[in-house]
Nanobody, 121 residues
Framework: QVQLVESGGGLVQAGGSLRLSCVAS????????MGWYRQTPGKQRDLVAG???????NYADSVKGRFTISRDNAKNTVYLQMNSLKPEDTAVYYC???????????????WGQGTQVTVSS
């Protein structure tokens, strides 16, 4: 059973920083792309940042220069360092991974349960 578990969300004042972590656990053969998405009530889930297995990254325009995504392949972990946070960054943040479970020949898409980030003004 593969699971993605996020941590690091919380309440922070505008201008502050938070670091989100997401660990992929279970029987995993390989992990391709990992990423972070966010969602606010009544809106679709949007990509915040993604990182490939070769550490190529991409970011939403709204977070460029403020957020940094990174990964530790040995720990099956992806991070999101969020600096200069703004109230409009308030959302539930979801970890996402395209990975190949052990004993299979296909890549599946997995989601974490989400972690709340609230930025007060």
């Amino acid at each position: 059973q593969v699971q993605l578990v996020e941590s690091g969300g919380g309440l922070v004042q505008a201008g502050g920083s938070l670091r989100l972590s997401c660990v992929a656990s279970g029987s995993i053969f390989s992990i391709n792309v990992m990423g972070w998405y966010r969602q606010t009530p009544g809106k679709q889930r949007d990509l915040v940042a993604g990182i490939s297995s070769g550490n190529s990254t991409n970011y939403a325009d709204s977070v460029k220069g403020r957020f940094t995504i990174s990964r530790d392949n040995a720990k099956n972990t992806v991070y999101l360092q969020m600096n200069s946070l703004k109230p409009e960054d308030t959302a539930v943040y979801y970890c996402n991974a395209f990975l190949r479970p052990e004993g299979t020949y296909y890549v599946r898409n997995y989601w974490g349960q989400g972690t709340q980030v609230t930025v007060s003004s």
